[in-house]
């Protein structure tokens, strides 16, 4: 599935009961070692990036409502349930305070014989191009990496738009990614489909892109001069 999926994703007050976090995270690992027996963790990774897979197994687990929750809570599951182990891959992050100890997670994961810096800087990309590479309104609060013993990664985030209160969730995979800058998700999924939003990852928007490096390397005087309003805000900045 590439670049699809519609499914309403509103933002539920609460938390998930604990009693069913509780059975939900020895399914998931029983469910996980299975597949990983079976087929390997690059199938497992493989599964984790598609948005309806990911969306089924939710349910499967027992988290039967498909709101913002479906992806916090899951993924909150799959990071608990997951071991290098059991299963040869592990799960870091989350939503919040969390999803910013990826870095501090991922080098310490050095100590596996994983290339840290290497995983920071993939995760940093992830999130940049999410937040700024496409505008769409959704601001990320949650961003979990999965990351097996051989380096392969699936990366599944969510932003929030607060106006609409919707959730809208990308998923990445290493394993479909020939670039960071075009056409970079395996999948997306989210409940609200804009009229206006910015895709500066479309494969239409190579020449916006192209442009927008060029008017970086300018003179910021010279491109002040091409337009009144940013020379004004260029001239108060100094």
Partial sequence: MKRAGVADLKLHPGKAPHWLVKRMIPMASALCEFIVDEFGTQELLRRLSDPVWFQALSNVLGYDWDSSGSTTVTCGVLKSALTFENHSMVGVGGKGAASRKVPERLRALEDYGLDGSRLIEISKAVAKVD???????????????????????????????????????????????DSFIEEPHSGLISGQVKEATLDMTSRDSHDCRKTSVDIVKEDPVRVGNSCPELGQSWTSLK
């Fill in 131 to 177: 937040n700024a590479g496409v505008q769409d309104g959704y601001q990320l609060y949650q961003h979990v990496f999965f990351v097996d013993s051989e380096e392969n990664w699936t990366v599944v985030q969510q932003g929030m738009d607060y106006i609409s209160v919707d959730a809208r969730r990308y998923h990445w995979t290493s394993f479909e990614i």
